[in-house]
């Protein structure tokens, strides 16, 4: 069975930073997609960052934190991570950690095509 586990949200200062981590079992990194998402109250879920695990490696940032953000895939502890800098309160949000088997090249940021997911961790920036 496909796990993702994640882990390091908490409350963060605005302009402060933080990294968000998913632990990943079951999932055969180079055979598809990793992303990680977030949803505020009364908001839809949005896509922040994506990597093309399977194909060339291709990385997508949502324009709201491009610049800020960075994915990365530590394939030797089995991790996905996501380093927030330069916070605002509004990337105040559940973030979910997200997995495909499919190589996703047009819209990876789309939270559908995505089969499995972890059970979020809350980033307050306050």
């Known amino acids: 069975d496909v796990q993702l586990v994640e882990s390091g949200g908490g409350s963060v200062q605005a302009g402060g930073s933080t990294t968000l981590s998913c632990l990943v079992s079951?999932?055969?990194?180079?055979?598809?997609?990793m992303g990680w998402f977030r949803q505020a109250p009364g908001k839809e879920r949005e896509g922040v960052a994506a990597i093309d695990s399977g194909g060339n490696g291709t990385i997508n940032y949502a324009d709201s934190v491009t610049g800020r953000f960075t994915i990365a895939y530590e394939n030797a502890k089995r991790t996905l991570y996501l380093e927030m800098n330069i916070l605002k309160p509004e990337d105040t949000a559940m973030y979910y950690c997200?997995?495909?088997?499919?190589?996703?090249?047009?819209?990876?940021?789309?939270?559908?095509?995505?089969?499995?997911w972890g059970q979020g961790t809350q980033v307050t920036v306050s």
């Open positions: 079951g999932f055969t990194y180079s055979g598809g997609c």
């Open positions: 997200a997995a495909t088997p499919i190589v996703l090249t047009v819209s990876p940021l789309k939270a559908r095509p995505y089969k499995y």
